[in-house]
């Protein structure tokens, strides 16, 4: 059943008290200014309250606002989109999640969908991480795009100094060891990376004396919405081991490379 429309009546008294009614119902101060300003919504300011002021420019604010989904969101994401040739025109009353793809469907069921077309394009677009840089995007700032392109670190040192950067300070790394426990935070996390190189190290040693040098990259992926970087360091077959990839007295003249042994690591060998 259609609710009828109230009408909102607004009495000042002499000692300066509003009150609101509603079909002869006093309404609590709250319901009822919201209700009066969606009502007279094009009354000049001076005959709004100082109360009634206040709410009506924040709702003029919120109109004015670029959203998705109601939520309102930083207008960087607006200039960036344009930058992309989203069509953020044809957005209804400027949200994000009313644009439609060339099927009629919505371009975007998630913000994160929004975050990812961005990611994308500054993934395979140096100029455009560049942009992304220049503007101070979130997630974006102090970015360099060799290590940003392919979310790698080529060591401890290279993982520190992507946590330094002004996009991923905020970050907590999460780390999980080859046994499946969770180290989180930096420095724990930088530990559990530390060992872990000790340990394949050592290992290698056993296997093959003449390994000279050993270089780890590592992958990582971001959760924006939990702010965390999370590298895992546990095997993708735990019937692999790295004597399958190194033979005892195996004396190779070039380096070799161990790419499909853990989730996030990979690791080139080089011998003496």
């Given at each position: ?6 009408n909102i009546k607004r009495i000042v008294t002499k000692s300066g008290q509003v009150r609101y009614y509603g079909n002869g119902k006093r309404l609590k101060d709250r319901l009822g200014k919201k209700k009066f300003i969606q009502q007279n919504p ?116 290279d993982l520190s100094d992507i946590l330094d950067t002004e996009a991923l300070r905020n970050y907590t790394l999460v780390v999980t060891d080859p046994d499946g426990d969770e180290h989180r935070g930096r420095v724990k996390g930088l530990l559990a ?80």
């Amino acid at each position: 059943m259609k609710k009828k429309n109230v009408n909102i009546k607004r009495i000042v008294t002499k000692s300066g008290q509003v009150r609101y009614y509603g079909n002869g119902k006093r309404l609590k101060d709250r319901l009822g200014k919201k209700k009066f300003i969606q009502q007279n919504p094009n009354l000049p300011l001076n005959q709004y309250t100082k109360s009634e002021q206040k709410s009506a420019k924040s709702k003029q604010r919120y109109n004015d606002a670029w959203k998705f989904k109601g939520v309102q969101i930083q207008d960087i994401y607006i200039e960036i989109l344009k930058k992309l040739g989203v069509p953020v025109n044809n957005a209804k009353n400027k949200d994000l999640a009313t644009i439609l793809d060339k099927d009629g469907k919505p371009r975007y069921r998630r913000f994160m969908d929004v975050q990812k077309e961005i990611d994308k394009k500054a993934k395979t677009d140096k100029n455009f991480l560049m942009f992304l840089v220049e503007k101070g995007m979130p997630n974006y700032r102090g970015r360099d795009y060799d290590t940003f392109k392919d979310k790698t670190a080529k060591n401890i040192t290279d993982l520190s100094d992507i946590l330094d950067t002004e996009a991923l300070r905020n970050y907590t790394l999460v780390v999980t060891d080859p046994d499946g426990d969770e180290h989180r935070g930096r420095v724990k996390g930088l530990l559990a990376v530390r060992d872990f190189e000790i340990n394949v190290g050592e290992e290698i040693l056993k296997l093959s004396t003449n390994s000279a040098f050993l270089r780890f990259d590592y992958s990582y992926r971001l959760d924006f919405k939990n702010r965390e970087m999370i590298i895992d360091l546990q095997k993708t077959n735990k019937y692999k081991e790295l004597s399958d990839y190194i033979d005892r007295g195996f004396d190779p003249k070039e380096s070799l490379d161990i790419n499909d042994l853990w989730e996030n690591v990979s690791l080139e060998v080089m011998f003496s």
